[in-house]
């Protein structure tokens, strides 16, 4: 239902846009949303937003990252510029419409 790509090795500083398109019985989205997960800890929020394009950033991320909607290809990017290696986590999509729906998660490793 949701296929996410854009995943990579980049070193510190550097920049990824992951993206992330929803098909199938998803005919329209709510929210959109990115959590990330590192290893051994709980998988955290990164940036949601709403079908009206407020979006909710987490402080970490705030002012580096930048996420984007297109409803008509019900489709949403993040745009991370100036990673850190604490930013290293696998990097899952949300999309709310009717019901929570997961990207299968993309790999981000920040690292030289």
């Known amino acids: 239902q949701l296929q996410a790509s854009g995943g990579g090795l980049v070193q510190p500083g550097g920049s990824l846009r992951l993206s992330c398109a929803a098909s199938?019985?998803?005919?329209?989205?709510?929210?959109w949303g990115w959590y990330r997960q590192v290893s051994g800890k709980q998988r955290e929020s990164v940036v949601g937003i709403s079908s009206s394009g407020n979006a909710n950033y987490a402080d970490a991320v705030k002012g580096r990252f930048t996420i984007s909607r297109d409803n008509a290809k019900k489709s949403v990017s993040l745009q991370m510029n100036s990673l850190k290696p604490e930013d290293t986590a696998v990097y899952y999509c949300?999309?709310?419409?009717?019901?929570?729906?997961w990207g299968q998660g993309t790999l981000v490793t920040v690292s030289n």
């Open positions: 199938g019985n998803i005919f329209s989205v709510d929210i």
């Open positions: 949300l999309c709310v419409s009717g019901r929570n729906y």
